[in-house]
């Protein structure tokens, strides 16, 4: 009889006990502004996530998942990357690796002035994010599909004859964003990832430098990289903390002065919760609903 009760409590038990969550299956599609170039990004952490064209890489989607660690969420993490291309290089020659395997989330971004030919004219986009989006669909209806809108290059800003000489700085960010508006419109049901605008907010409140071809202001930011052209290490940083926040609905601040990319890049404190602040001022102000988080990880015991 104990022995009876005791297998009936058992199947009880097992019946009951809770499922672990399975993990989310993310993707990112996109060039050298998803994989980090010139920063210490590029390679980061490249064994938390797959690489489709097996190079190696982490850059921001390995930024990205080790966030989502530290938020105590499960994604699976995987990249498709190819430096100075749009979703039309993708589409024309890695289709069959993108649509394998289904996948639940996709972030992804075309060229960064939008058509590498015709700077500033979304019309590239439109037709290759919504061909993307098609095929990502065929494979998983509902499949969740971010844009992520990416942000002013200073090397097409401040030098004379570049496509927006004489223009504010924030200003290639904002047209940038609306392309990917009307490609999201295309599209139905995407959401944009503000990132040029988080760029333009974290300049605005004097926490980056406008401008890297006069010099650094003291205690100022510079969110480019050496070439003016892609992001530094805090640049890509604060694009993962607006993908992260997009994805998730979690607010960045929670992720701490100590959060682990951030202190393996070698900018805890300060400029990480600035950064963070940015990101969630941003994405409030695009009317993202957040919610607190406790990090499950700190910088004395990032893994």
């Known amino acids: 009889m104990k022995q009876l009760a005791l297998v009936v409590l058992l199947a009880v038990v097992t019946v009951v006990a809770p499922r672990a969550a399975a993990s989310k299956r993310l993707l990112f599609i996109g060039n050298s502004f998803t994989f980090g170039e010139l920063s210490p990004a590029h390679f980061w952490r490249n064994g938390s996530v797959t690489d489709l064209n097996d190079e190696g890489i982490g850059g921001v989607p390995a930024l990205v998942k080790a966030m989502t660690v530290e938020a105590g969420l499960a994604y699976d993490v995987s990249l498709e990357t190819h430096p100075g291309v749009g979703l039309d290089w993708h589409l024309a020659n890695r289709l069959d690796a993108l649509t394998k395997q289904p996948y639940d989330v996709v972030v992804m971004h075309g060229f960064s002035t939008l058509d590498s030919e015709k700077p500033g004219d979304p019309a590239k986009l439109v037709d290759t994010a919504t061909r993307m989006a098609d095929a990502l669909r065929k494979v998983n209806p509902s499949v969740e599909i971010h844009l992520t809108a990416t942000w002013s290059r200073a ?73 003016h052209y892609h992001a530094s290490a805090k640049g890509y940083y604060l694009e993962a903390l607006m993908v992260f926040g997009d994805l998730t609905g979690i607010d960045p601040r929670s992720l701490g002065a100590g959060e682990c990319a951030a202190y393996e890049l070698g900018f805890t404190g300060a400029p990480a919760r600035a950064l963070q602040q940015v990101a969630f001022d941003e994405l409030d102000a695009a009317h993202r609903t957040m919610t607190k988080a406790t990090p499950a990880a700190r910088a004395a015991r990032c893994k």
Do not use: C, H
Request: aromatic letters at 10%; proline letters at 7%.
């Open 155 to 227: 090397d097409q800003t401040y030098p004379q004859g570049r496509p927006w000489f004489g223009k504010p700085i924030e200003t290639m960010a904002i047209d940038v964003r609306a392309g990917y508006d009307k490609a999201a419109a295309a599209i139905k049901a995407a959401s944009v990832v503000p990132v040029g605008e988080a760029w333009n907010r974290a300049i605005k409140n004097g926490i980056a430098d406008a401008n890297p071809y006069d010099g650094i202001e003291a205690g100022k930011i510079d969110l480019w990289a050496i070439d």
